[in-house]
């Protein structure tokens, strides 16, 4: 059973930065495209960014396009998203999610972390 545990979140300043991680357990990290998903305060979870299984092609929402990065090391099983210019509205939990047959927009999470706020506040 595929484990994901995300970790680094907490509260910064808008402008600042902040980097996520995620680690897999339970199955060959390589197999699973990965990606980051966040939900806000009264608002649905929406898609944050995702890498492929060899970590070539990534793929980023319009709002975070430029300011977030999604690396992977399969090395480690381990993800990241480097998140640097940093706005009151990326307040959110940010969750590591994993799909073993599908990337990019296509994805659809088989497999989801127990989340790690984010606080973007002056």
């Known amino acids: 059973q595929v484990q994901l545990v995300e970790s680094g979140g907490g509260s910064v300043q808008p402008g600042g930065s902040l980097r996520l991680s995620c680690v897999e357990s339970g199955d060959t990290f390589s197999n699973y495209a990965m990606a980051w998903y966040r939900q806000a305060p009264g608002k649905e979870r929406e898609f944050v960014a995702s890498?492929?299984?060899?970590?070539?092609?990534?793929y980023y929402a319009d709002s975070v396009k430029g300011r977030f990065t999604i690396a992977r090391d399969n090395g480690k099983n381990t993800m990241e998203i480097q998140m640097n210019s940093l706005k009151v509205e990326d307040t959110a939990v940010y969750y590591c999610?994993?799909?073993?047959?599908?990337?990019?927009?296509?994805?659809?999470?088989?497999?989801w972390g127990q989340g790690t706020q984010v606080t973007v506040s002056s």
């Open positions: 890498i492929s299984w060899g970590g070539k092609d990534t």
């Open positions: 999610a994993a799909d073993r047959y599908r990337s990019g927009s296509y994805l659809v999470p088989g497999f």
